[in-house]
C-alpha cells in the first residue's frame, strides 16, 4: 500500500493510465452535456500528472433540478462551480489548484446519487471530518458530500472506472404523485412491461450506439461502441425503474434509450425496432420514433472502479462518512 506522504514531490509515481490532471482541468472549464444524459471521454494517450499533492476523492449526491449539470460554468450555475467554490474557501487554494475532475458530465436536471469526483491538495489533512462537516456547511441543501477519502496517486474519478449505474424512474398512472414529479417522468399511457423488458435485452452487450447519441459539440468520446452489462426493468406499483449498467455512455444515450422504451411500452413500435435501429448507425432513424425523455427522471446511482485504484493509502486519514451528534449529557430536568 502507498504511503499518502510519498504522493507529494514524486511526479513520476504520479502516472495516470490515460490522461493529465492538467487536461482534465481544461476538458472541465466549458459547459456540456452530462453522462447517461451525457457522454464520457475516451482517453487516448499516456500522460504524467506533473502536479504534486495529495489526492481526495468525494462520493456527492445531488438534486440536479435547479442546476446546469455538473461541469463547470458560472451562470447559470453547476454542481461542479458550487462544489468548487465550496473548496476554495476551505482550502484557500485556487480553483485551478484544486484540479476538480467529475466522473460523469451529468446534464441539466439530472440527479446523482452517487457522483464521483477527485481533487488534490499540496498538504495533508489530519482528519477529513471536520473538512466534511464543514463542505455540507458551504453547501446548498440540495448537494451533499456523502464520502470523502484519500485517494492513491493512480486513481482518477474519470479513467479508473470500469462502469457506471444509472436509474430512470417512470411514474405510469392516470394523475402524477406529487411527491415523485421532479424524480419520475409521467407516463399516462399504460405502460407493456412484458415488451419494455423484451426490448432491453437487446441494448444488452457490446454496440455502436451512434443512432442513440445527440451531437454535442463538447463530447470529445470519438468511440460509439459501449458495453451494457445489463438493462432491468423493476415494478413498484405505479413507479417503474428503469436500471442500466454500462462501461460508459455518450451524450444523452441513457435518456434515448429509455424513450425508445416508452414508445414500446405504449405499443407504438414493437422490440425488434431496437436492433435494426441500432444497426443502422444513425440518429435520424431513432428520431423517426422517439425523441430524448425528460432529464428529471435519471439519476447517477453508482460508479463502480478499479479496486486497485480504490485502496486507501497509509499515513493518510480515514474516510468520512460524516459524523453524527451525540448529547452528552441530559440538561433536562428529572421529574
Known amino acids: 500500500m502507498m504511503s499518502c506522504a510519498a504522493v507529494v514531490g514524486l ?4 502516472t495516470l493510465k490515460n490522461a493529465s490532471l492538467s487536461s482534465d482541468y481544461s476538458s472541465n472549464s466549458g459547459g456540456g452535456g452530462g453522462g447517461g444524459g451525457g457522454g464520457d471521454e475516451d482517453p487516448t494517450h499516456l500522460a504524467k500528472l506533473t502536479v504534486p499533492g495529495y489526492k481526495w476523492r468525494l462520493v456527492i449526491a445531488y438534486d440536479g433540478t435547479r442546476f446546469s449539470g455538473w461541469q463547470y460554468q458560472q451562470s447559470p450555475p453547476t454542481i461542479q462551480c458550487i462544489v468548487e467554490k465550496a473548496l476554495t474557501r476551505i482550502t484557500k487554494l485556487e480553483r485551478k489548484e484544486l484540479h476538480l475532475v467529475g466522473a460523469s458530465r451529468t446534464d441539466t436536471g439530472v440527479h446523482a446519487w452517487g457522483q464521483v469526483a477527485h481533487f488534490v491538495t499540496p498538504f495533508n489533512y489530519d482528519s477529513l471530518e471536520s473538512v466534511h462537516a464543514a463542505l455540507n456547511g458551504l453547501l446548498p441543501s440540495d448537494i451533499r458530500i456523502r464520502e470523502i477519502s484519500p ?9 479508473s472506472a470500469e462502469s457506471k449505474i444509472y436509474h430512470y424512474k417512470i411514474y405510469n398512472d392516470t394523475f402524477m404523485d406529487p411527491f415523485q414529479r421532479q424524480y419520475a417522468y409521467h407516463s399516462l399511457y399504460k405502460l407493456n412491461t412484458i415488451v419494455m423488458r423484451e426490448a432491453a435485452k437487446h441494448f444488452i452487450g457490446k454496440h455502436d450506439f ?4 445527440n451531437v454535442s459539440r463538447n463530447d470529445r468520446s470519438p468511440n460509439p461502441t459501449k458495453n451494457i452489462f445489463r438493462f432491468d426493468l423493476v415494478e413498484m406499483g405505479p413507479l417503474l425503474q428503469l436500471e442500466v449498467e ?8 441513457v435518456r434515448n434509450m429509455v424513450a425508445l422504451l416508452l414508445q414500446i411500452g405504449r405499443e407504438a413500435v414493437p422490440p425488434a425496432i431496437v436492433p435494426k435501429i441500432l444497426a443502422t448507425q444513425d440518429r435520424k432513424e431513432l428520431a423517426k420514433f422517439a425523441l430524448s425523455a425528460p432529464p428529471h427522471g435519471l439519476c447517477l446511482v453508482a460508479i463502480k472502479y ?3 485504484h480504490l485502496q486507501l493509502p497509509t499515513d493518510c486519514p480515514e474516510t468520512s462518512f460524516g459524523r453524527h451528534h451525540s448529547i452528552r449529557k441530559c440538561k433536562l430536568p428529572l421529574y
Open 210 to 213: 451512434s443512432a442513440f447519441v
Open 151 to 159: 485517494a492513491v496517486p493512480e486513481f482518477h474519478a474519470r479513467f
Open 11 to 14: 511526479p513520476s509515481l504520479l
Open 306 to 308: 478499479n479496486k486497485e
Open 246 to 253: 454500462g462501461s460508459g455512455f455518450l451524450y444523452r444515450q
